[in-house]
């Protein structure tokens, strides 16, 4: 069962890299910019990040749908699930990116300074565009991802990140008789490779015999309301359940906000490192989520626990690989983002002594944080929606962000990291406690 999900979960950790490459690249440009522009612009990624994941939310409902429909072998319900999918790649695209564009007076409620406002406002002006095809990509990725059969993804994203880089880099210094964009052309760049990834997948995927009958600009005649509410039932409860953690860290965000510029130049630079980190378990979830729903769906309920524990051994795998570059070598990756010279030395060393304070914690919650989010695959793949999702809005709000903001006080920025793990580690509990009660259920009715 490893191997298994090894192949559906390769793919999918890749795509997850290669899209939080961008914010990740986004963020390393801003360093160069400045200490305002970083905390400013990096401010902007994570409001980006955090509809960016509330879409996926809804979007990987597809994927769960499909793979369900597979296991079924009803190839009708596949093609219903696919044409719903895209009604909600444009619903999330018109109203996330209307959202977005207006932020500032939220932003300026919130108690975040003028200019680190406007820096943020800046790139989520161009930015936000970015959405549609983002949304595009997810959709056509859970397609291939619930037929089991991704290989098309990867190339996709190999090229994808090899690119973007440097497409940023032209667009914001100005090279090859393109003027100089500044924060606008970091932003830009994460549009084009966006669109690039999104048209290329369509492309590959499209080419294979087996994906043929599921095209989704034609048959529209087979779309089906029942199967919309369908997947909007099962994504609303998942997408809330990634906004409230997200939104955990962006909260975190605002807290850092009122310890000064550094520190939330630090939380940025930390958050960057972290989401990247977090890819790998959050693919190892989608892709047990999808063999759980194939699963359940062929009424396999003996073997969804062998998934689960092939899903959690990958995670927690992957956490220990995170967790040591946290500890050993948190230098290293702070002077990725922020370079002396550039921000001045007494910057650089406040920026540098917190950022390493909260790598601490972080690399401490990997595990946890992996735990959780695979048991949330797991739940979603058996359709569970409301119940997980209480738990983790429970979990990261009811004990996250108030221990985050007790522990403010005595330990500042670390203190902060400190209490979202605590919120991190109840969900991970929680979620195991629903996972093993829903199993007995359903073996005791099968």
Known sequence: MISEIIKISLPVVVAQLSFALMSFIDTLLMGLLGVEVIAGGGLGAVVFQFFYVVGIGVLVATANLIAFAKGRENDDEIRKALLSGCVVVVLLSIIFISLLLHIRPLLILLGQ?????????????VVSWALFPAFGFILIRSLVLGMGSPSAILPICIVSAAINY??????????????????????????????????????????????????????????????????????IPISLAHAMEIGMFSAAALLMGLLGVNALAS????????????????????????????????????KISIALRSG???????????????????????????????????????????????????????????????????????????????????????????????????????????????????SSLMLAVIFWREIRKQRLSA
């Open 113 to 125: 300074e003028v200019e680190t406002v406007n820096y943020a406002c800046r790139y989520l002006k």
């Open 166 to 235: 440097p497409v940023s880099y032209v667009l914001m210094v100005g090279l090859f008789g393109i003027e100089p964009m500044g924060i606008e052309g970091i932003a830009l760049g994460t549009c084009v490779i966006s669109w690039g990834m999104f048209l290329g997948l369509v492309v590959l995927v499209y080419r294979q015999e087996l994906f043929k009958p599921y095209v989704f600009w034609k048959g529209w005649d087979r779309f089906s309301v029942r199967q919309f509410v369908e997947t909007v039932r099962l994504g």
């Open 267 to 302: 939380h940025q630079v930390a958050l960057q490192l972290t989401s990247l980190s977090f890819m790998i378990p959050l693919g190892i979830s989608q892709a047990v989520s999808v063999k759980v729903g194939e699963l359940y769906g062929a009424l396999a309920i003996a």
């Open 312 to 426: 959690l051994i990958l995670a927690l795998l992957g956490s220990c690989l995170s967790a040591s570059l946290f500890l050993f070598a948190p230098e290293f990756l702070v002077t990725i983002f922020i370079k002396e010279s550039l921000v001045g030395a007494q910057n650089y060393q406040s920026v540098l002594a917190i950022s390493v304070g909260i790598l601490f914690v972080a690399a401490l919650f990997q595990f946890v944080d992996g735990v959780q989010v695979v048991l949330m695959g797991a739940l979603r793949g058996l359709k569970l929606g409301f119940l997980p999702t209480a738990a983790s809005v429970f979990s990261y709000w009811g004990i996250g962000i108030p221990c985050a903001y007790l522990f403010m006080a005595s330990m500042g920025a670390q203190g902060v990291w400190f209490g979202m793990g605590l919120g991190l580690g109840s």
